[in-house]
């Protein structure tokens, strides 16, 4: 369960880098327009930016951002205090402290998952709409939400792997 948790965390993480990647050329595609536009403005002409470029990335980096937090705590990339801990703390403690935070952490997503619901539904109700686009916002929960999900089974998996203990004894 654990290696299939981490593969879902990495596809999940690479779906997120594609967004990240079309943030970036869209931003790229509006800072050469408006490139253009002073050049043009030399001539009389006049170059347009991208009309909603700030609902776009506002509404995709949400996403985006939190897609990458299960990879993340796949691959224990998340900031700790080994140094501390491995030199002052028993290895024992180490574990026990491993498993405490993979608990919290856990407990952490699961209720960014379920308050990040209530807001989807209040967004949905509220008939929420981008300002620019116009485009419903509620879709763009969906996936922090799964991010939220997947974060917590990460956690749990690989607290009942021992995955804590591997790193501590690694």
Known sequence: MQRLLHRAAAGWAIAGGALLFAI???T??????FTLDRVAALVGADVAGLPGYE???RLCVSAAALMLLPYCQARKGHVSVDIFAETLVPRRLQHALDALWQVLMAALAVFMAYQMTLGMI????????????????WPFYLPGILSM???AAVCAADLAAGAGRERADG
């Open 24 to 26: 970036v050329a869209v």
């Open 28 to 33: 790229v595609t509006n800072a050469a327009a």
């Open 55 to 57: 609902d776009f990335v």
């Open 122 to 137: 209040e967004t949905y109700q509220d008939h929420v709409l981008s300002r620019v686009l116009g485009w419903q916002e």
């Open 149 to 151: 999900a997947l974060w």
